[in-house]
């Protein structure tokens, strides 16, 4: 398997951009988590989703962000418009309901100018 | 509000320097602790869980105990591979919704 698969891996936007990470979790997992890593929070959760459907999205930091699942391969995460504070790697992660292992992927460096 | 914290932030060691990571939690009725690995550029990885009072786990030269309030990841004699960013992480207020601690940077100098 070849793991999670985030893309891009990189994106640099200027503020008031729209900016769409994209995620494809590990095959056969149900739920799949996206979250925000910085120096000054660490890792933190968005929002995540079991068979596609949003569960938790306590985590989002404010209306600028959206996060969607139209299918159990496929989830993006949306910022429009884009802040210079919204800079930091933004991890996808998908596991098994019947395991707690959670699988991530390797993760979008976020940089807003 | 559950917190998860850990010491130290950063660690140097010696190939070969043994040493302890701790991560102290509050959070009302554990359902499991778990450690992760993150490499430079990279995801965490998995390590352990642990879900009660007692337990540890083995892998290599990481063990990982638990005790009612805190939980510590021992290194014994580390080898440069070992560096990374330790994360411990607990579930919050669902099974899968894990709060992470902010890691400690080990770096294993040869």
């Known amino acids: 398997d070849a793991g999670v698969i985030q893309s891009p891996r990189h994106e640099v936007t200027e503020m008031g951009q729209e900016v769409t990470l994209r995620c494809k979790p590990i095959?056969?997992?149900?739920?799949l988590f996206w979250y925000r890593q910085t120096m000054m929070r660490g890792l933190e959760l968005l929002i995540y989703f079991n068979n596609n459907v949003p569960i938790d999205d306590s985590g989002m930091p404010e209306d600028r962000f959206s996060a969607k699942m139209p299918n159990a391969s496929f989830s993006t995460l949306k910022i429009q418009p884009s802040e210079p504070r919204d800079s930091a790697v933004y991890f996808c992660a998908s596991r098994a309901a019947t395991n707690e292992k959670l699988f991530f992927g390797s993760g979008t460096q976020l940089s807003v100018l | 509000e559950d917190q998860v914290t850990q010491s130290p932030e950063a660690l140097r060691l010696q190939e070969g320097e043994s040493s302890s990571l701790n991560c102290s939690y509050t959070v009302s009725g554990l359902r499991g602790l778990f450690w992760y690995r993150q490499d430079p550029g990279k995801g965490p990885e998995f390590l352990f869980t642990l879900y009660s009072a007692g337990e540890e786990k083995e892998k290599e030269r990481l063990k990982a105990t638990l005790t009612k309030k805190e939980s510590f990841l021992h290194i014994t004699a580390p080898k440069p591979e070992d560096s990374a960013t330790y994360l411990c992480?607990?579930?919050?207020?669902?099974?899968?919704?894990?709060?992470f601690g902010k890691g400690t940077l080990l770096t294993v100098n040869p």
């Open positions: 095959s056969g997992h149900d739920y």
């Open positions: 992480a607990v579930p919050g207020g669902s099974n899968y919704k894990l709060t």
